[in-house]
């Protein structure tokens, strides 16, 4: 199972990004989807997150500005980011909780994405 994310790039703050999320693989199930970034010399933060029947949660940092969202059918998961401010400057990494068939036994596993640069210039 692979994740790949895509969306990230250069914009001025006030300015919008829409990262995707998209996993690929032998799946039977995603579970719930995850949005994190990491900005230079800290530590990865949780983002965003959401479960397979649409439920959502923010950082208190990002609520009112950045929207998850997910297409199941497509196992694609996205983050909509609004207002962006240079707080928000970071590698924005995905990760997704899935189930697998091995030999007829689903089998629970974690899967992260590459990450995406998202820089926000004042």
């Known amino acids: 199972v692979q994740l790949q994310a895509s969306g990230g790039g250069l914009v001025q703050a006030g300015g919008s990004l829409r990262l995707s999320c998209a996993a690929s693989?032998?799946?039977?199930?995603?579970?719930?989807m995850e949005w994190y970034r990491q900005a230079p010399g800290k530590q990865r933060e949780l983002v965003a997150t959401?479960?397979?029947?649409?439920?959502?949660r923010y950082a208190d940092s990002v609520k009112g500005r950045f929207t998850i969202s997910r297409d199941n059918a497509k196992s694609t998961a996205y983050l909509q980011m609004n207002s962006l401010k240079p707080d928000d400057t970071g590698v924005y990494y995905c990760?997704?909780?899935?189930?697998?068939?091995?030999?007829?036994?689903?089998?629970?596993?974690?899967?992260w994405g590459q990450g995406t640069q998202v820089t926000v210039s004042s």
């Open positions: 693989g032998s799946i039977s199930s995603i579970n719930g």
């Open positions: 990760a997704a909780d899935y189930i697998i068939f091995q030999d007829g036994t689903p089998v629970a596993g974690r899967t």
């Open positions: 959401i479960t397979r029947d649409q439920s959502t």
